[in-house]
C-alpha cells in the first residue's frame, strides 16, 4: 500500500549507523515518501542535504519552538531562504511548547507567527508542533488567519474536540502519529474519528513515540504502517483504503510530485 511519513526527523544521530537499512525498511513497507523535518537552522541544511541525496525524501525547514530562545539574530532569515530550496516542501516544525518550557513563550510566539508568514509568503505549508498550548496556539492561528489564508498542519496531533474543531473552521489539516495506537488513548481515537477524511495524513515523528506494537524502540519510517493500521480501525476502513486517502492528502497539501 502507498504510505507517505509526513513528519520524521531523519537528521537525529540514532539513524547515523544504519540509515540505508532504515531507507530499505521504509521502501518495502511502501513509503513513497518521507518527510524529514529541521529544528534548528543547522538541522533544516541537514534534512535539505538528505533530500537532494535521496529522490524519496522531501525536507521542511524551520526552528523548533523548544530550540527558538537558542537561535542567533539572522537565524529566521536563513530559514527564509532555505525555505525558497526546490526539495522544502513546508516550513517548520513551529508552534508552542509549554511541556518542556525550554524557551520563553514569547519568543515562541514570535516565531510561531513569523514562519506562518513566511508559509504565506512561499506558498508553501506550515507544520505545527503543540504541546501544552491548545488555546495560545488557536490565538496565533486565530490572528494569523486574518492575514491571509492558513496552509497548515496540526502535526502529531492530540489535542481536544474542541482544538480538532477550530483547526478545522481554520482550515487546518491533521497528521495522526503512534500516539493514537496506545492502549489507553481512547479519548484521542474517539476525537480523531471526528477529523473528515480528506483532512488527514500519517506520520511518524521518528525517531520518538513508537506505535504499538513496537512501542518503546526506535521509531523509524517503515513503522508508519502500524499506525495506518489503527487508524483504519478508528474509520472502519482497512489500512490500503487509510493509505491511498493519506497518500493522496500529503502529496496535495505538500504540492509532492511523483
Ligand atoms: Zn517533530
Known amino acids: 500500500m502507498p504510505l507517505i511519513d509526513t513528519h520524521a526527523h531523519l537528521d537525529e544521530q540514532s539513524f547515523e549507523n544504519d540509515f540505508a537499512e532504515v531507507l530499505q525498511r521504509a521502501a518495502e513497507a511502501g ?20 533530500s537532494e ?10 526552528i523548533h519552538p523548544n530550540y527558538s530562545s537558542q537561535a542567533h539574530p539572522g537565524d529566521f532569515e536563513i530559514i527564509e531562504e532555505l525555505a525558497k530550496h526546490p526539495r522544502v516542501v513546508a516550513v517548520g516544525e513551529t508552534g508552542l511548547d509549554k511541556y518542556w518550557d525550554f524557551a520563553p513563550i514569547d519568543i515562541q510566539r ?3 507567527v513569523r514562519h506562518i508568514k ?3 509568503e512561499c506558498r508553501k505549508p506550515f507544520v505545527v508542533h503543540c504541546r501544552d498550548a491548545e488555546p495560545e496556539t488557536l490565538e496565533v492561528l486565530r490572528e494569523m488567519a486574518e492575514q491571509g489564508s492558513l496552509n497548515g498542519v496540526m502535526h502529531s496531533f492530540c489535542g481536544s474536540a474542541n482544538t ?16 493514537v495506537t496506545y492502549k489507553k488513548n481512547v479519548e484521542l481515537r474517539e476525537i480523531i474519528s471526528g477529523i473528515p477524511l480528506d483532512r488527514l495524513m500519517l506520520e511518524t515523528d521518528c525517531p520518538y513515540l513508537s506505535p504499538i506494537p513496537v512501542r518503546g524502540q526506535r521509531n523509524e519510517p517503515a513503522y508508519v504502517a502500524h499506525t495506518a493500521k489503527c487508524l483504519g480501525d478508528v474509520f472502519g476502513l482497512s489500512p490500503v483504503e487509510i493509505g491511498n486517502i493519506t497518500t493522496e492528502n500529503a502529496r496535495r497539501v505538500f504540492s509532492l510530485s511523483e
Do not use: K, W
Open 118 to 120: 513566511l508559509s504565506q
Open 31 to 50: 513509503l513513497e515518501r518521507i518527510i524529514s523535518v529541521g529544528t534548528t537552522v543547522e538541522s533544516s541544511r541537514t534534512v535539505i542535504a538528505l
Open 110 to 112: 514570535e516565531f510561531f
Open 164 to 179: 480538532r474543531d477550530a483547526c478545522l473552521e481554520l482550515g487546518m489539516n491533521f497528521s495522526v502519529g503512534g500516539m
Open 53 to 62: 541525496q535521496y529522490p524519496n525524501v522531501s525536507a521542511i525547514v524551520g
